[in-house]
Structure formats: structure tokens, C-alpha cells
DNA sequence: AGGCTTTCTTGATCCAAATCAAGAAACTAA
DNA sequence: TTAGTTTCTTGATTTGGATCAAGAAAGCCT
């Protein structure tokens, strides 16, 4: 199937780990707006973003709150909520339609059992979890708004062009409005 | 040993395990505002704080921005380094003097190879960390500079009692001066 | 296409927290 | 103990980004 390709591109899997994942994993398409999953929910799974882009955000008070953008060949999901069975603190929803590769919690938790090499992927697939918040905590912590926008637009500029400005604007948490002011001010 | 204590009862293990455990961890003394990993360096270690308190936090420009506090009878490291082997984002200083115990990166793996049991404490461990980090974001992205107060105020009280106001404002990210006004104006 | 809604931009005003400044209190080390 | 730091508090001022407001542009129906 075509839309395995990119698992095995993304990570390197073997034919035999390609085929345990073929076997398990399921494929699903999900439209623009609709949910992966919602706060207080118990995450049944993770997902491959075959194609489209996500978001993961907090309900704050009247607003959301976006977390973080996922584009295609990365995995998304709370993984808090995932690896612990608890209730999920997060959103995830997609921002354009996408093709995803659906991995239940179960079946991830057989794979890894069964393939040390699975193991080893998920392990990497922590870590960079780990690492991206690390990342996003530091952005957060310090910088000032002004500076997120640039350090944005400077390494992820693909994110201006695809996801709703308004988003981005939480993503940066900063109003829609501050983020225009940047735009005319740097001209995006 | 009585400092091995706290680990079994932390993390509720077999006296196998614990025994395994004995074998390979090492104590370690650090004294306030010595570190236990800096900026830069790959991390070979997590440690178990069996007493005292250390601060997790980023360089930022001038100054240091504070991520996180722990205290007795929790893991500490950074665990994007730890689990990548990669320089690590962050720093790690002791607060109050401490008494650690020290996991090297190599017997971790080897005790969580041999031992199923000490592989699903690892686990938790990882979830923990997971969750933590959800909910700091969750806080920095929602909550404003007050809201964030009376919270650790309320959940937390004994941040204030222990640890350094200066630390506890660069926590909140707000400045010295604020967190001040606000201890005068909520009469903490 | 045309009407309707949502998103984005631009301007005016406001406000919470930062900065600047200086004194008080708490540690530290001889 | 006391001199010397560092940390904390309090006050005055500034400021970056929020909020309020209203029009322009872009999406989204049928």
C-alpha cells in the first residue's frame, strides 16, 4: 500500500517490521476541524500523519490556546495521557484534512513487545517528544513575543503559508492582532 | 542503607529490584547552587532526590528563566538528554544542599533490560514527565502572570517556604518586583 | 455568481507588568 | 560582632501588547 511508504522512509523499518505494522495499524482519514482527540478523553491512540497538518491545544478560559502544529511524517498524540491512561490535558485536531496511520494503544504496546526494533523506535519517538518540549518550554520561557515571531518565522516559515494566521497567533500567545502588527512590520 | 528507603517506598519495589537497584546506584552529596548538569553537556545520569531541592531552568539572555523545582522522593535530569544522548537544553542546580541518588545512563539501561519491573518504573517515570510538562504548558499558555501565582500558591505552598523568591518570580516568569507586589497584595 | 460568515488588518486607547531607582532586610564570611 | 553582599520591598515611570472598534479581504455556502 502506498501509504505505508512514508513509515518506512520516516523510519527505517525493515519488511518484517513494515509488515507487523501493516498488519496492526490502521488507516483513517480525518477532515479539516474534526478532533483526534479531546481534553478529558483517555487517548486510545497515536497517529502517523500520512499528509494534511494538526494542531494540539488547551482550552483556556473563552479561548484556545495552541500548543503545537504537526505536519505530515511526524507522529502526534498526548502522550501523557497515552503512555499513562489518564485523561487527556490536550486537544488535537486537524487543521487541513489528512491521511493518517492510526496505532491503538494496545497493539503499539504488542508491537514493541514483540519487536525490539519497534521498541527502539518508539523510544526515539519519546525522545523527541521529550526534546520538542523542552524546546517549546524554552521558547516560551525566554523569549519575548516580538522574538517567537521571528525564531517562527525564521525556522518554520512553511507554518505561515498553511496554518490559519489566527492559530499561529496562539501558537505565538499573542492576539491576531499584535501578529498582524509583525507581519506588516517585518512585511510576511 | 537507610537512604534506600525512600526509593522503595517512592516506587514500591521488590527487594530484588531494590537490591539491584543498591548494586548499581551510587549516593552523592551536591550543595546548594552546585550543579548536576549544565547547557550543553550530554547528560549521563538521572538522580533520585532523596533530600534537599534543585531547579531546573534555561539560560536566557542576560538572565537564568526557571522551569521547574523538585524536591525529596523525585527523579530528576533532563530526559530529553538522558534518553537522546544529545547536549542537553537545560540546566540542573541544587537549591537546598541534597542528598542524590545517582542513575548512570548505562545501568539504567542494563537494570531496565533485566528487570521487567524496574522497566514499567522507568516507564512511569517517563509518563510523569510527560505530564508535568503538559501541565507547565498549560499553565505558561493559559493562566496569566496572577493567575499563575495564586495557583502555585494554592497547589505548591511550599515553594515559598524553600525556595528563593528570586527563583520562585523567574518560575512564574515575572519579574522579582511583581512577585513581590503580589505577595504584599495577597499577604503571603 | 452573490450573499454570509469568518478571518485579517489598521487605528485609538488602555493597562498589567517591566523597568528604573533607592532603601530595608536577610545572609555570609571574616 | 560587623562590614559587605545579595535579596527583597516599595514607589514612580514607561512600555509592549491587549483590548476595543470598524473596515477590508478571503472563505464558504447554495
Do not use: W
Request: glycine share 2%; with cysteine; net charge neutral.
Amino acid at each position: 500500500m502506498r501509504i505505508f511508504l512514508n513509515i518506512q522512509k520516516a523510519f527505517n523499518t525493515t519488511a518484517e517490521e513494515l509488515d507487523a505494522i501493516k498488519n496492526t495499524a490502521k488507516i483513517a482519514s480525518i477532515r479539516k476541524n474534526d478532533f483526534f482527540l479531546r481534553e478529558g478523553e483517555i487517548s486510545t491512540s497515536v497517529a502517523f500523519i500520512e499528509q494534511g497538518s494538526m494542531r494540539l491545544f488547551y482550552n483556556a478560559k473563552e479561548k484556545e490556546v495552541c500548543n503545537d502544529f504537526f505536519f505530515e511524517n511526524s507522529v502526534i498524540g498526548s502522550f501523557g495521557s497515552f503512555m499513562a491512561q489518564t485523561p487527556s490535558l490536550v486537544n488535537i485536531a486537524a487543521i487541513e484534512n489528512c491521511e493518517l496511520v492510526i496505532f491503538k494503544h494496545e497493539d503499539v504496546m504488542a508491537l514493541i513487545e514483540q519487536y525490539t526494533t519497534i521498541k527502539r523506535l518508539s523510544d526515539i519517538i519519546i525522545q523527541e517528544q521529550f526534546l520538542r518540549s523542552e524546546k517549546r518550554e524554552a521558547s516560551l520561557l525566554r523569549l519575548n513575543p516580538e522574538e517567537r515571531f521571528k525564531n517562527l518565522l525564521e525556522e518554520h516559515p512553511k507554518i505561515f503559508k498553511r496554518i490559519p494566521l489566527r492559530h499561529v497567533a496562539s501558537y505565538l500567545n499573542i492576539t491576531p492582532e499584535t501578529l498582524s502588527r509583525y507581519r506588516a512590520k517585518f512585511s510576511v
